[in-house]
């Protein structure tokens, strides 16, 4: 008798590929994920994507860490689908098709979110810093908690096909960081780092391929976009976001700067756009937003694919489009004026079929000439190993209790300070990005390093426990370490000087998101063809039944967002999202468009010399800056409160 055939079994295969391929259509038609090449996005059909953006970030907490510089919380609104169900008409009605949020908190979850706006074609670039937890330019460090933040935004994100791209680090250096500490740009090798292992943590798990890029403020040097652009593929940005607040009322291209903008990132080989524009003065409200029209004109478009605008939310800056009132949404000028211009914004897409980079950057970084401008390393810091730090720990007799208030003043003043007398305690430690040079042990947190100077003090003055004791200090016993411990502190040296060449693949020894060990193909189950066959019809009809429940559930959910918008309609509020031409954008002429004069004044360009600056503060009035954990900032003019920059 010959096998038993079941052809049921292939039919059934074949039906359930069918449903989820109509299912996949429902849920990822909406936003596809975008390709780089060259200097420019491309949607899945080769058109060229322009950024109309806005920031939606809501008001942050405006308590600062004393100790970093950085802001603690903030209003985590893509965690609020409520809020963003009653955004995204608004925000299409605009004519976006990207946000920017600059505070997340990624412990909860903000899939709803990302589905609401993959509803309406917006795609989303978050900040994967979250709060404290950040790159801060001042104290710059790149460890295990920041780290271990940035991959858990990662694999949040790797789920959304409107993820655009992520910000690894925004304005690390910025103008106000240099007013403060001028020609600070170590943190540069900290930003570049980090770009490093997101990226490297995004092949490892086998997640498809997002972008990881930096934004700066107009206080740039063209050493800084070749520092970050050198380097192999994994080391680069993948693009640049530029915040720039030069054009103010009906400027022009060439007195706002916009033209040294461009001829400063024409030999960027990455794709760039402006990360925030939108100045803001007393003279000028409402914006008009004359820029747009420049900014996706014949003039700039072949350098810079769109930009952003600063900012949905109305809070304590007064720079919003919209304010919200018991959960409803009122708006003006401003809205309107910035929803005209980007309608009427034409730009001429280019084909990925027909083009051909131009450029490619250079695989090797040649050291920067000395310069108190610019002092940012190429050997940047070591990926952070967590498992490393655990070992160490685990092999310390003294170490520094969680709670111990010494750690909210644990920083670089302290290194500074502490180590000067005995530098031995501090090898280990040693974090110094200018020069290059890291410690076994500088990418651990703050206790983890804390315990490493206690626990070399105590060694030294001869183990006695009262030196361990008081609120800093916890005794232990040290753990015998196992083979894989033993190995990576034979590499960091009993004083922390050496370096760790070994490291687990992602933020675990897993190489991808799937389990380890799956059985293979041509392992036997142990049942016969006709017990298969049966499991699989079962089976097949249970997927069926999920799978219709599903697709109605998505059904529903867009037709009730069609109703939301007919009725937003019908209180004059949305109109339909602007088409943009081969789903890019069409050509125009960039506009030359008269006005008053912006002042000339001081630009202070880190490494470059001094030019004019874009916007001028009048003599005898201070500039006030507010640094938050992204360096954000908000200047403002003297007594009046005139708005200048809208951070």
């Known amino acids: 008798m010959g096998a038993m055939r079941v052809p049921c079994v292939h039919s059934t295969l074949a039906l359930l590929y069918l449903v989820f391929s109509l299912f996949s259509d429902l849920v990822t038609a909406v936003t596809e994920p975008l390709t780089i090449e060259g200097t420019k996005f491309f949607y899945p059909n080769g058109s060229q994507f322009f950024v109309k953006g806005v920031v939606y970030s809501s008001d942050l907490n405006p308590a600062t860490d004393t100790n970093t510089g950085t802001q603690d919380a903030g209003v985590d609104v893509l965690a609020d689908i409520t809020a963003c169900a009653r955004d995204a008409p608004y925000l299409a009605r605009l ?308 709670s111990s208030s010494i750690l909210f003043h644990f920083g670089p003043e302290f290194l500074a300070n502490s180590c000067k007398d005995h530098p031995d305690y501090c090898a280990g430690i040693e974090y110094d990005l200018s020069r290059g040079v890291y410690g076994a042990y500088s990418m651990c947190n703050k206790q983890d390093q804390y315990s490493w100077y206690l626990n070399s003090e105590f060694v030294a003055d001869g183990r006695d426990p009262k030196q361990c004791g008081g609120p800093n200090g916890v005794l232990q016993t040290p753990t015998q370490p196992n083979a894989t411990c033993a190995a990576l502190l034979a590499q960091a040296k009993s004083d922390g000087t050496g370096t760790i060449t070994s490291y687990p693949v992602g933020s675990t020894p897993t190489a991808g998101p799937g389990p380890i060990g799956s059985p293979t193909d041509n392992q036997d189950s142990g049942l016969s063809t006709g017990a298969k066959a049966g499991i699989g019809v079962g089976v097949a009809l249970g997927v069926l039944l999920l799978l219709g429940a599903i697709v109605a559930f998505f059904l529903r959910k867009q037709r009730k967002a069609k109703l939301a918008r007919e009725k937003a309609a019908s209180d004059g509020v949305y109109d339909g999202k602007p088409e943009l031409g ?47 954990g992204d360096e954000r900032t908000s200047l403002r003019r003297g007594d009046e409160g005139q708005r200048v920059s809208g951070r």
């Open 95 to 402: 004519g976006i098709n990207t946000v920017s949020t600059l505070f997340v908190d990624w412990s909860r979850n903000h899939e709803s979110c990302f589905a609401e706006f993959a509803q309406n074609d917006i795609y989303v670039i978050p900040l994967l810093a979250s709060g404290s937890i950040t790159i801060n330019g001042t104290y710059p460090s790149w460890n295990t908690t920041i780290y271990d933040t940035y991959t858990t935004a990662i694999d949040e994100l790797s789920q959304y096909n409107n993820t655009l791209g992520v910000w690894a680090a925004y304005e690390t250096v910025s103008a106000v960081l240099n007013a403060v500490n001028p020609g600070k740009t170590d943190a540069f090798a900290a930003a570049k780092a980090a770009i490093r292992d997101v990226k490297a943590y995004i092949k490892a798990r086998n997640y498809r391929n997002i972008p990881v890029g930096y934004a700066m403020d107009d206080t740039y040097s063209i050493a800084t976009l070749d520092y970050l652009t050198c380097g192999p593929d994994s080391d680069i940005t993948d693009f640049f976001g530029l915040a720039t607040y030069s054009w103010c009322g009906n400027s022009s291209y060439t007195r706002s700067h916009y033209n040294q903008y461009t001829k400063d990132f024409s030999n960027v080989t990455v794709p760039s756009f402006f990360a925030e524009f939108g100045c803001e003065l007393e003279e000028t409200i409402p914006r008009p937003w004359s820029e747009v029209a420049a900014l996706y004109g014949s003039n700039m478009t072949q350098v810079f694919s769109g930009g952003i605008a600063y900012e949905y939310f109305n809070y304590s800056n007064a720079y919003g489009l919209i304010s919200i009132e018991d959960n409803e949404v009122t708006y003006g000028a401003d809205y309107e004026n910035l929803s005209a211009q980007f309608a009427s914004a034409t730009s001429s897409p280019t084909q990925s079929a027909s083009y051909t980079p131009s450029a490619t950057h250079a695989t090797t970084c040649t050291p920067p000439p000395p310069s108190a401008s610019f002092n940012a390393s190429n050997v940047l810091p070591p990926p952070p190993n967590s498992l490393v730090c655990d070992c160490m720990m685990q092999s310390l007799e003294c170490t520094v209790s969680s």
């Open 582 to 628: 081969g789903n890019g954008v069409e050509r125009s002429e960039t506009a030359m468009l008269d006005g008053d004069a912006l002042p000339p004044a001081e630009r202070h360009e880190v490494g470059a010399g001094d030019v004019s600056r874009p916007v001028e503060l009048p003599a005898g009035d201070g500039w006030i800056g507010e640094m938050g």
